[in-house]
């Protein structure tokens, strides 16, 4: 089963569980954000170098990452987020064909090490899984937005309290992104979609790393 039909089946029993209301209030907001997803940074751009901490408190250089080998970086919204967690988990499942092709895996989200330590360790996840404190490579891709008022609320009413679990005073997100980078830094794919249901498939960025092997 590929990772979309996943999410959507997902989708169609929140959808009923939530209701219209809520539903259109979701879409809209969504929808507001494609204009941020346009200017976002994308293909031939370089990756921006920053060193976050994994989920064990372990500093990762990003463009020293990068200077090595291809990455694969998916942001995710929390481990709060299930859609989040079915994308990581479908990575999980392809991480030795990541690996086999040379490259190295990584997730981001804006959660503090312990909340990233909890979601590695509810799906077992065998990458690392990196803390963007105060949103600093979210920023610098574009990606990273305030949250509607609306949301918040919606948000509070599903017990999710986002400056709890991100370690500051802001109802920020970055929108799910993904990126295959090349070695050297350069960005071969991205994959940045407002509508947090839709996330790019692990075998299409597996396919670019086939590709960029290739050359």
Known sequence: MSLQVELDSFKAAWLERVGAETARLVADDNAALLPLAARSLGQGAQFPAVTLLN???VAVDLAALAAES???VTFYRGGWCPYCN???RAYQQRLAEIAALGARLVAVSPETPDNTLSTAEKNALAFDVLSDDRGRLADRLGIRFELSPAIRELYRKFGHDLPARNGDDRWSLPMPASYVVERGGRIALASVDPDYRRRLDPAEAIAVLRELAAI
């Open 55 to 57: 989920q064990n408190g």
């Open 70 to 72: 291809a990455l694969v």
């Open 86 to 88: 079915l994308e990581l």
